[in-house]
C-alpha cells in the first residue's frame, strides 16, 4: 500500500516560476525524503527533513514538514527546464523501507 | 565514488523464466534494499538486507528471494516471471538499517516479460 500522496498528479509552470508540490501521509514517521525521477531513469535523492524539523532547505529547494497534519511541501524557487521530472515523497516510518506516493509529474515550460 | 551500480540495465525474458537482478551498493554502506516500480506508479518496498541478513520484507509472493554476499553486493530472483512483473528493479543502499539514513538509488533494471 502506499502512505504517501502527492498533490498535484501533474503540474505545468513556465520556466522562471516558483513548483510547489505537496505530500500526505498517514501514519507517524521518523523522517520524509523527497527524490526527483527523470523518464526512465533511477531515483535522485533530494533532501531528507526528520521529525523533530519544520523546515530545510537545498540550493533551489525548500522542504517544510507539518507533523501534525501528516503533510510536507517541496518547494523549488526559479524552475529551469531541467526539473522537469516526477517528484516523490517517501515515509521513512519504524517500519520496513520507505513508503513512496505515485508521484507529482513537473512540466517546466520554456 | 561510485553510486549504486545495477545490472542488467534491460532485459526481456518469457513468462515462467526465471532473472537475476544484480547491485553493488555505495562503497561502505552495507544495507541494501530493493524495490519494484510499475509504470506510472511509487516505488515499492520488496526486501532489505543487512549484513547478509534479511532485515525487512514488502507484500509479495515467494517467487521473489534476494540475498546479500559478504562484499554487501546483492542479488534479487524472481522466480516463474508473470506479465505483471514487468517493471523497473531499483536497488537502494544506505550505511546500515537503522530508519533514519538518506538512502541512494540505483538506475535501476528494465525487466519486460513476454
Known amino acids: 500500500s502506499q502512505q504517501g500522496e502527492e498533490d498535484p498528479q501533474a503540474l505545468s509552470i513556465q520556466e522562471g516560476e516558483n513548483a510547489t508540490m505537496n505530500c500526505s501521509y498517514k501514519?507517524?514517521?521518523?523522517?520524509l525524503q523527497w527524490y526527483r525521477q527523470n523518464s526512465g531513469r533511477g531515483l535522485v535523492h533530494l533532501i531528507l527533513?526528520?521529525?523533530?524539523?519544520r523546515e530545510k532547505h537545498s540550493g533551489r529547494l525548500r522542504v517544510t514538514l507539518d507533523t501534525s497534519k501528516k503533510s510536507s511541501s517541496l518547494l523549488i524557487t526559479a524552475s529551469r527546464a531541467a526539473d522537469t521530472a516526477s517528484y516523490f515523497c517517501a515515509t521513512d516510518s519504524w517500519a520496513d523501507g520507505l513508503t513512496f506516493g505515485k508521484g507529482t509529474h513537473l512540466i517546466i515550460q520554456p | 565514488d561510485a553510486g549504486v551500480t545495477q545490472s542488467p540495465t534491460h532485459l526481456i525474458k518469457t513468462r515462467g523464466q526465471h532473472v537475476t537482478l544484480r547491485c553493488s551498493p555505495i562503497s561502505g554502506h552495507k544495507s541494501v534494499s530493493w524495490y519494484q516500480q510499475v509504470l506510472g506508479q511509487g516505488p515499492q518496498f520488496i526486501f532489505q538486507?543487512?549484513?547478509?541478513?534479511?532485515?525487512g520484507r514488502g507484500n509479495f509472493p515467494d517467487r521473489f528471494s534476494a540475498r546479500q554476499f559478504p562484499n554487501y553486493s546483492s542479488e534479487l530472483n524472481v522466480n516463474a516471471l508473470l506479465l505483471g512483473d514487468s517493471a523497473l528493479y531499483l536497488c537502494a543502499s544506505s550505511p546500515w538499517t537503522r530508519s533514519g539514513n538518506t538512502i541512494y538509488f540505483g538506475e535501476g533494471s528494465w525487466l519486460t516479460v513476454v
Open positions: 527533513i526528520r521529525s523533530n524539523e
Open positions: 501514519t507517524s514517521i521518523n523522517n
Open positions: 538486507y543487512y549484513e547478509k541478513e534479511e532485515r
